[in-house]
């Protein structure tokens, strides 16, 4: 196990690179390497992220590289990856129960899943009688929001930590995911640690007690921009992408804290990540660090049965991680520090077969 504090160091890092935007290059020249098509199928959560990526991988470093990923959700993303009908899986959750169990009885082996960045999962909120101000929530508050218990945006709960705010006399919505979510997963960890009332369980997909739904990350944030009076969690970038606002929330240790990437790397700091790089943080002790958030992992094989696709691939991953920095802290994720780098290209050397 190794501690995952250099997270936080690997964020300043990164904040002393040059940002890049949407079509500037991120690569001195095109690079020669094997062509291939690559699909891979998950969560999006880190959508925008893998798409920016993709993207600027084939126009400033192999333009005969061409990656398809489709944004379906983790959970039918692993169920393509143990289907064999895509190139790599992508996860917010880890691979685990039964269909660890089929992956293991499919292909003799164990998955290999290895973290491409992190990231805050905030409340996102429509109130256009607060706009421009900040919005606080406790724990209290946001878990009887998440239960049904809190049901007006005048709630006591909600007023006694926002006394400057005049809040209205409407109904909260709460907008959650539909489909099997990495993104879910996250945040109902959370939420089955922090909110005693809580009894819908952990997963991918949940029976919510409250609110509507709305397929993938994209969808909630649709849902929240069109409905005023609307609450509900989406990854950071697609705040920050849509321009939401979303809410302070009360950590651990009674700090009320926004979802930046500097409080997101906080949820990691000084935390052991075990050796298939399955960590899980469901309620960060760490005073500044925003109370919800996670990592996200892509899923590749134990064997290739084409050597120069799995070498593109390799590539595209190592560039991702290493030369892509720049767009994951531009975008509001965490990159990966570089001893958790060094350990997934062991993990690439000693377990992935090819050819």
């Not at 997270?7 to 935007?21: M, S």
């Not at 705010?165 to 996250?186: C, E, K, V």
């Not at 009674?254 to 000084?270: C, K, L, M, N, R």
């Not at 050796?275 to 958030?293: Q, S, T, W, Y």
Request: charged share 15%; aromatic share 10%; proline share 8%.
């Amino acid at each position: 196990m190794a501690p995952l504090a250099a997270l936080a160091l690997g964020l300043a890092a990164c904040g002393q690179q040059t940002t890049t935007t949407p079509g500037t290059d991120t690569s001195p020249a095109a690079q020669q390497g094997p062509s291939a098509n690559i699909s891979g199928a998950g969560a999006t959560f880190p959508a925008p992220l893998y798409q920016r990526w993709f993207t600027e991988y084939n126009r400033n470093v192999n333009p005969g590289v061409q990656v398809s990923y489709q944004s379906v959700g983790s959970g039918a993303g692993l169920e393509q990856y143990i289907n064999g009908t895509v190139d790599f899986g992508a996860s917010d959750a880890p691979i685990q129960g039964d269909r660890l169990e089929s992956f293991r009885q499919k292909y003799n082996a164990e998955p290999i899943q290895v973290p491409m960045a992190g990231g805050a999962v905030p409340f996102a909120y429509n109130l256009p009688e607060i706009e421009g101000q900040e919005l606080r929530l406790s724990r209290q508050a946001y878990c009887g929001i998440v239960t049904g218990q809190v049901t007006q945006w005048n709630d006591p709960l909600i007023a006694q930590a926002n006394p400057n705010l005049n809040l209205p006399n409407r109904a909260i919505t709460f907008a959650h995911r539909s489909d099997g979510s990495g993104t879910t997963f996250i945040f109902v960890n959370h939420i089955d640690t922090a909110c005693p009332n809580w009894q819908a369980g952990v997963g991918t997909s949940v029976n919510w007690p409250t609110g509507v739904g709305a397929q993938g990350n994209e969808g909630v944030a649709a849902q929240i921009q069109q409905n005023e009076g609307t609450i509900g969690y989406i990854e950071a970038a697609y705040a920050k992408l849509n321009n939401i606002p979303t809410a302070l929330l009360e950590n651990a240790s009674g700090q009320y804290v926004g979802a930046t990437p500097e409080s997101a790397s906080a949820i990691f700091q000084d935390v052991e990540i075990p050796e298939d790089f399955a960590l899980l943080v469901p309620d960060p002790k760490n005073p500044e660090a925003f109370p919800i958030g996670g990592l996200t992992w892509i899923l590749v094989y134990p064997t290739y049965q084409d050597a120069n696709k799995w070498q593109a691939m390799r590539n595209v991953f190592e560039w991702a991680l290493t030369d892509g920095r720049s767009i994951t802290e531009e975008l509001g994720y965490i990159p990966m520090p570089d001893n958790i780098i060094q350990r997934i290209r062991q993990v690439f050397d000693e377990r992935v077969k090819a050819g």
